[in-house]
T-cell receptor, first 118, second 115 residues
Framework: AQTVTQSQPEMSVQEAETVTLSCTYD???????LFWYKQPPSRQMILVIR??????QNATENRFSVNFQKAAKSFSLKISDSQLGDAAMYFC???????????????FGKGTKLSVKP | KAGVTQTPRYLIKTRGQQVTLSCSPI?????VSWYQQTPGQGLQFLFE???????NKGNFPGRFSGRQFSNSRSEMNVSTLELGDSALYLC??????????????FGPGTRLTVL
């Protein structure tokens, strides 16, 4: 069974600084997807960034980028120029490839609570 | 487009009762997934429905069930409630076709408290 581990329950960053959230996963599969989701307090979970396992190039979305190390099974999220609105729980998630098109069955880590100090 | 909606937002029940939660996906989305979020266990996948058929199922007891209607709206039911069923239940919708790359859009959740 696949597992996702986020070893940092809480992180703190100064506004405008850079922070990196860690995520490791365990799988025997070769095709899969990795995601970072953000859950602000009392607000809906939203997708921050995603990575296909077969792509060597790291995904980037504006201030958010990942460092995907497939051999090490590591998938860290870097937030540059941190803003107050980045304060939230961040979840790393894994999904197996499914050629039937199943888009459910995300396996989540326990999350990292990010605080942003003004 | 309207986002994923879930009703009710809050619910209080007592042990032994049953409960039905509803989820309306984004228009055009055919896949609906349900997740349970608790402080102890985190986010756990319950099941996914696509075109009125259960396509995937997590490791939950049979007390947890669901269904999907022809308009893609979905309901989940929990029978014989236990204290441990207290959780935030999240619904997520996605287009459902193609490979598993698709993004899931989450609803605000239903907060269930079992007394």
């Amino acid at each position: 069974a696949q597992t996702v581990t986020q070893s940092q329950p809480e992180m703190s960053v100064q506004e405008a600084e850079t922070v990196t959230l860690s995520c490791t996963y365990d799988t025997s599969e070769s095709d899969y997807y990795l995601f970072w989701y953000k859950q602000p307090p009392s607000r809906q979970m939203i997708l921050v960034i995603r990575q296909e396992a077969y792509k060597q190039q790291n995904a980037t979305e504006n201030r958010f980028s990942v460092n995907f190390q497939k051999a090490a099974k590591s998938f860290s999220l870097k937030i540059s120029d941190s803003q107050l609105g980045d304060a939230a729980m961040y979840f790393c998630a894994y999904r197996s490839e499914d050629y039937g098109g199943s888009q459910g069955n995300l396996i989540f880590g326990k999350g990292t609570k990010l605080s942003v100090k003004p | 487009k309207a986002g994923v909606t879930q009703t009710p937002r809050y619910l209080i029940k007592t042990r032994g009762q049953q409960v039905t939660l509803s989820c309306s996906p984004i228009s055009g989305h055919r896949s609906v997934s349900w997740y349970q979020q608790t402080p102890g266990q985190g986010l756990q996948f319950l099941f996914e429905y696509f075109s009125e058929t259960q396509r995937n199922k997590g490791n939950f007891p049979g007390r947890f069930s669901g269904r999907q209607f022809s308009n893609s709206r979905s309901e989940m039911n929990v029978s014989t409630l236990e204290l441990g069923d207290s959780a935030l239940y999240l619904c997520a919708s996605s287009l459902g076709g193609g490979r598993a790359w698709g993004e899931q859009f989450f609803g605000p959740g239903t907060r269930l408290t079992v007394l």
